[in-house]
């Protein structure tokens, strides 16, 4: 599922990049291959980019913009308790317990840029099973209370292939 290039920016994530503060601190979470790591460094931003395996990546510890931390996200503890980001990007990954600490991490006026699978992708492609697929409205029922929902989009984009995707861009007001 993670074979993409990184020229494959989600259009989400390039379009809402757009309303981060310059040099932000950001948190790709499941960076993968570090598409959007990379992108959003070269944008300026300060990234921590996290995933299971970082091999695909090895050329970024030389990039003084992005910290690496390689990382179970979902067998260990959530490794970021008590620090806090600007913004946290989220594209082709959904793991639903880590929602709660995603809230804790995001700062007070931090952006939440959600990219992922949802419902009826399995006629598309991979992935198919329904642990990796959101529910209709799922990402609005997650954040929705807690969150000002800036953007938000459910549905078929046909590129960078076809597929059913759901999509939410959050600001976090409280102080």
Known sequence: MRNHNH???????????????PSSDLLDLACGKGRHSRYLANLG???TAIDLNLSGILDLTTNDKVELIEHDLENSPWPFAGRYFDA?????????????DLLAALSAGGTLIYDTFAV??????RPKNPAFLLNPGEL??????DLHVAAYDHGRIDTPRPAIRQRLCAIRTDP
């Open 7 to 21: 020229q494959d920016i989600s259009t989400w994530v390039r379009h809402h990049a757009g309303r981060l503060a």
């Open 45 to 47: 931003h300060r990234v």
């Open 120 to 125: 009826g992708n399995e006629h598309l492609g």
């Open 88 to 100: 946290i990007i989220v594209t082709d990954y959904l793991y639903r317990p880590l929602f709660p």
């Open 140 to 145: 609005l029922k997650a954040f929705a209370t």
